[in-house]
């Protein structure tokens, strides 16, 4: 949490200006600052040591005022002002005041001293501030003992680096300085374009200047950085000059980056390839951050990300290569929607977030088709609407009333959700036609900003379409949940006719309203007579807008006994109920479905399940020809469905026995099959399926024969060499965390101990990575504790705290045990990551429960504690509703329906 803004005393006014001015008579914005002042062009200059606990800076910003004023509204955080001078058009310069009026929020006023007419001023405010500890802004963080600055802007974050108009409506060009000790490396958005010497072992960097920006895409890094160059990317249809490619590490690691920067060419060809104009910006540096609060950020020109997601070589493990590539793609789809076209407002975060992972996906459909992002959509989607599905949920487009709702708009309904909505209006105006759209809604408001109705618009147009395909996409953006689509098949007048109705998806326990009406475009998978390939039956797709509560479709060749996959190529974002005969008449179907559509009748039987229309048994039957599929994310899907009824409905040894028995018959063979060490040339796919299985089998359900397998592993990898080092390389990379967990709950104390001995003298950041996770899976009470404690300390990274505490919630005991840690350790636990993390601190606490004493507690400690950090609010009401949902499906089902 953002410490408070001590009160200081600045310059008094000048002596030509008598008594102070009053207090002006509008009061402090509450989140967008007013419109009546402007930025125009900021110059930023810092000086920055990486080894000290503060830095300073000159901020000089030119500003528009459009009417008479006496002062200027500015965003600003726990920066000590020591001189502002405020500068007419005329050139008249006078001293100004620094308030700080609402510190928490980090508003404040800049008083001129008199009052100005509508004209262009500079305001010049020097100030010091403390390099941040809690990832934000400026903040400081260390690699092998050494220490480094970098930025994190977004959303609101800047305004802990320097004073400005910290929203993403005002974009200017930025002239940014950076005077750092002459040993060190500074970069930022933009080319370096001169060094000069600064005195007394100092220098001065200067950059070129910026296309327009907002304040959250600012971005430098100072430090003892390791440059690798990469290749450069070649000029094509769109770009005319080669583009300058660079990756940035912490000393030493640089080397490492290779993989990822062969593969950012392709990634910027095939974005310019559908943007259809060339990246507009003047290089492209990829920095890997030793600590760092997201995944990624997409800074124009220097994009950072979390270590582990650059730093690979031969042995990393296959989800870090894919996930490399994948969120690679996902920052460089920024650069044209969200930096060159930026969200006028954070209630269009979705115009930044949902178009880059709907981008990101479509690049690696094209580069890496073997990665099967189609897939990837569909799992996105089913993630974004378990979520969807509370009536605590956000909107695409969710009303902006304080810092806390800019902060939590980051989840699965920008990102997930948005995507799905975007592809699935894609689907329904045609490829060729939405991109069509996009290039005109990207050249329209180039480096400028834009709001929603900007893009719905731009598809409209291209696809020919008016107010109701408008209608259509807007009903998704504006209003909350899940369509809930129920079919059924009606032999009329010779033709097949389907009958379609839509209401709102709600599980069992909702208190929500049922009653809701979308424009959705509802393509159904019907079989006919006609025979495909080795005379199997064929079928057919139809697709119909569905903008009533009811409709029918005419299903074209139907067969007399039809069966119905109601969202053909999953392409929707919806649910289709499954009563137990629907369910019975497609259940005989499903090897004839697509992979992406065999994971939309997964999610199908867990909507129904959760819906109350079946039960455990069903389930099992339901989901079983799945295990089967050659596709690892098909063959894997029922996994995360029976683990939940095995953790929160068996009761009893049977009950249990019999789905760890039904988990074995259908996945160990394979598993077996697979073995448990990576083999030369295998796919990456073999390599996640493994990783799957084997954390499932030996973790969730304990097999033996897995656990045997992963301890083996794990007790290689926690025997220490002649130099005292784990032999951490012992385990397959892939099954590091997984393998440690086990000897870590067979073990306990003296493996967890080798572990914390360990993680500081690793900078690896997948070895640390699989140790934290190792520890994290710790089952005795004492030791869960000791690794609890041990993630407040300063080995543990800030950013690496969360995965030391995810772990242990199995049981009621265990959750208890976390509360009573977690509620007596709150004020470390906010102090390390309250002014990023407030919305998740809740679920922190709380997930996984599933009683009404869980939420009951929740509340009562939480509400006295909802202005502690930005978004607890919302994170509350979230993980409240959560629990109180999976105690209601607890309660719905009987038990006894998993062993017949």
């Not at 690699?143 to 004073?163: D, L």
């Not at 060419?265 to 310019?272: D, K, M, N, Q, V």
């Not at 129920?486 to 009653?515: I, N």
């Not at 074995?664 to 299985?693: D, F, I, V, W």
Request: hydrophobic letters at 40%; charged letters at 20%; a neutral charge.
């Amino acid at each position: 949490m953002s410490r408070p803004l001590r009160s200081m005393v600045f310059t008094a006014l000048a002596a030509c200006c008598g008594a102070a001015l009053a207090a002006p008579a509008d009061k402090a914005p509450q989140g967008q600052l007013p419109d009546w002042a402007v930025p125009q062009s900021y110059q930023l200059a810092f000086k920055v040591d990486p080894a000290q606990k503060d830095f300073s800076g000159t901020t000089t910003i030119k500003v528009k005022l459009t009417r008479a004023s006496d002062h200027v509204w500015l965003d600003g955080s726990e920066l000590k002002v020591s001189k502002v001078t405020v500068t007419d058009a005329r050139g008249k310069s006078q001293p100004g005041k620094y308030v700080s009026v609402e510190p928490k929020a980090g508003v404040v006023r800049v008083d001129f001293g008199r009052t100005l007419q509508p004209q262009e001023i500079t305001l010049a405010i020097e100030y010091t501030a403390p390099l941040n500890a809690q990832l934000q802004g400026l903040y400081k963080v260390a690699a092998k003992g050494k220490p480094y600055t970098i930025t994190q802007m977004e959303p609101i974050s800047a305004r802990f680096a320097f004073p400005g108009f910290d929203q993403p409506g005002f974009k200017t060009p930025f002239d940014i300085s950076l005077t750092v000790p002459a040993s060190q490396t500074a970069v930022a958005n933009t080319k370096q374009v001169k060094e000069t010497p600064a005195g007394d072992g100092w220098k001065t960097v200067t950059f070129a200047q910026t296309v327009p920006l907002p304040t959250y895409l600012v971005a430098f890094a100072v430090g003892p950085w390791d440059i690798a160059a990469g290749p450069d990317i070649a000029p094509d249809t769109y770009r005319a000059k080669p583009l300058q490619l660079r990756g940035i590490a912490a000393s030493g690691e640089a080397h490492r980056m290779q993989h990822v920067l062969s593969e950012t060419p392709s990634i910027i060809h095939a974005l310019e390839n559908y943007y259809g104009f060339g990246y507009p910006f003047d290089k492209l540096d990829l920095l890997a951050a030793p600590d760092f609060s997201a995944g990624a950020m997409e800074n124009p020109g220097l994009v950072t990300f979390r270590d582990w997601l650059l730093l690979l070589d031969k042995d990393s493990p296959a989800k870090n290569v894919r996930s490399s590539f994948n969120v690679n793609a996902h920052e460089l789809a920024h650069m044209w929607s969200g930096d060159t076209v930026t969200l006028n407002w954070w209630n269009d975060i979705w115009l930044n977030e949902a178009f880059a992972t709907w981008m990101q996906q479509k690049v690696t459909m094209e580069v890496h088709p073997e990665y099967r992002a189609d897939l990837d959509r569909v799992d996105g989607a089913q993630m974004a609407m378990a979520n969807d599905s509370l009536v605590s949920a956000r909107k695409i487009r969710q009303p902006i009333t304080g810092n806390g709702d800019i902060e939590t708009a980051f989840d699965g309904i920008t990102y997930e959700k948005g995507a799905s909505v975007i592809g699935m209006f894609e689907n329904y105006v045609g490829e060729k036609t939405f991109q069509k759209g996009m290039r005109a809604y990207i050249q329209k408001h180039k480096f400028g900003n834009a709001v929603a109705d900007d893009l719905v618009s731009a598809i409209a147009t291209a696809a020919g379409k008016g107010d109701a395909f408008k209608h259509a996409f807007n009903s998704f953006l504006n209003q909350t949940g899940v369509p809930y689509i129920a079919t059924k098949v009606e032999q009329k007048d010779g033709k097949t006719v389907l009958h379609l109705s839509q209401s709102r998806y709600l599980p069992v326990g909702s208190t929500g309203d049922a009653q809701r009406i979308w424009g959705v475009p509802v393509c159904v998978r019907y079989g006919t007579d006609a025979n495909g390939k080795d005379g199997a039956s064929s079928s057919k797709v139809a697709c119909e807008m569905l903008d009533k509560t009811s409709g029918t479709m005419v299903l074209a060749g139907a067969s007399k006994s039809t069966w119905v996959m109601p969202n053909a190529n999953a392409s929707g974002y919806y649910r289709f109920s499954l009563d137990k005969p629907a369910l019975g008449s497609l259940v005989g179907q499903v090897g004839k479905l697509s992979d992406a559509e065999q994971l939309a009748y997964a999610d199908a039987v867990n909507a129904s399940f959760q819906h109350g229309e079946l039960d455990a048994g069903d389930v099992l039957t339901a989901l079983q020809p799945l295990t089967t599929s050659k596709t690892r994310e098909v063959a894997t899907a029922p996994l995360d469905q029976i683990q939940w009824i095995y953790q929160n409905i068996a009761s009893t040894d049977a009950q249990r026995a019999r789905l760890a028995g039904w988990i074995k018959a259908a996945y160990l063979p394979r598993l077996q099959q697979l073995g448990y060490q990576r083999k030369a040339g295998e796919s990456e796919s073999h390599s996640l399926l493994r990783s799957t299985l084997a954390g499932s089998l030996a973790l969730d359900f304990k097999l033996p024969e897995a656990r045997a397998a992963l301890l083996k592993q794990g007790e290689a990898a926690l025997k220490p060499g002649a130099d005292g080092r784990l032999n951490l390389a012992a385990a397959d990379p892939d099954l590091l965390g997984d393998a440690l967990g086990v000897a870590v709950q067979q073990h306990g104390k003296s493996a967890v101990d080798a572990l914390m001995a360990e993680l500081p003298k690793t900078s690896d950041p997948a070895l640390r990575n699989g140790m934290l996770e190792g520890m994290a899976m710790a089952q005795d009470p004492a030791v869960l504790e000791q690794v609890r404690d041990f993630s407040l300390t300063k080995p543990v990274k800030v950013g690496e705290m969360a995965r030391l505490l995810k772990e242990g919630r199995d049981t009621p005991a265990q959750r208890d045990a976390l509360w009573q840690w977690f509620t007596a350790h709150y004020q470390p636990i906010l102090e390390r990551t309250g002014s990023f993390a407030g919305g998740r601190l809740p679920s922190l606490a709380g997930k996984d429960g599933c009683s009404k004493a869980e939420v009951d507690r929740l509340q009562a400690f939480f509400q006295p504690r909802l202005k502690d950090a930005a978004g607890v609010d919302r994170g509350l009401a979230q993980t409240s509703e959560k629990i109180q949902l999976c105690s209601a499906l607890k309660e719905k089902q009987d038990a006894s329906a998993i062993l017949r």
